[in-house]
């Protein structure tokens, strides 16, 4: 045969050697992504526990601005001092968290400001999409340009939701003090 030949099988020899030893490591590094994964999945179910009522108003003012969100579904809001930022956890139950020192620092416009970006994220599902990105990005976990990808999926969600709350509310600037 040619060179060419002999270089072809050279290199699919040299893959046949070596196949164990990368399934080895793909299998070690999707063990560590899915444990990985599971503690975060455990770790939302904490924050689901350790949380604290709104006030009357606040809650009232969550279920108008859910509704003006179009969003039908029961969606709960409570406060937690074991978060730095709001989030929103859940699909079927979803819930907003707010950090309870967030609430000193902000004023009721920018709050509201807040609670629809978290509103925004229900509405366009985004925990299952994220549940979704997180299973790819285990899969994929040698993959560079899947975090790449990811990491820019992330970024546009956050925007999506942003620009929700841009169009709902016409006041850009107390938004714009929230973040």
């Known amino acids: 045969g040619s060179w060419q030949d002999n270089l072809f099988i050279s290199y699919v020899n040299a893959f046949r050697r070596y196949t164990p030893v990368l399934a080895l490591l793909y299998t070690a590094g999707l063990l560590v992504l899915c444990f990985k994964m599971l503690r975060e999945l455990l770790q939302v179910r904490y924050l689901r526990r350790q949380v604290m009522l709104p006030d009357s108003f606040l809650e009232q003012r ?32 979803p819930v907003v968290l707010l950090p309870l020192s967030l609430m000193s620092r902000l004023d009721t416009q920018q709050v509201e400001a807040v609670l629809l970006h978290e509103l925004a994220h229900i509405r366009r599902h985004d925990y299952s999409w994220n549940i979704l990105q997180m299973i790819m990005e285990t899969i994929l976990f040698f993959n560079p340009v899947a975090w790449w990808l990811s990491g820019l999926i992330r970024e546009e969600r956050e925007h999506c939701c942003d620009d929700y709350v841009l169009r709902s509310t016409q006041r850009s600037l107390p938004f714009a003090h929230a973040l």
């Open 62 to 93: 969550f279920i108008e601005l859910k509704e003006q969100s179009g969003i039908r579904r029961t969606v709960l809001l409570r406060l937690s001092e074991k978060v730095q930022v709001p989030l929103m956890l859940g699909h079927l139950k």
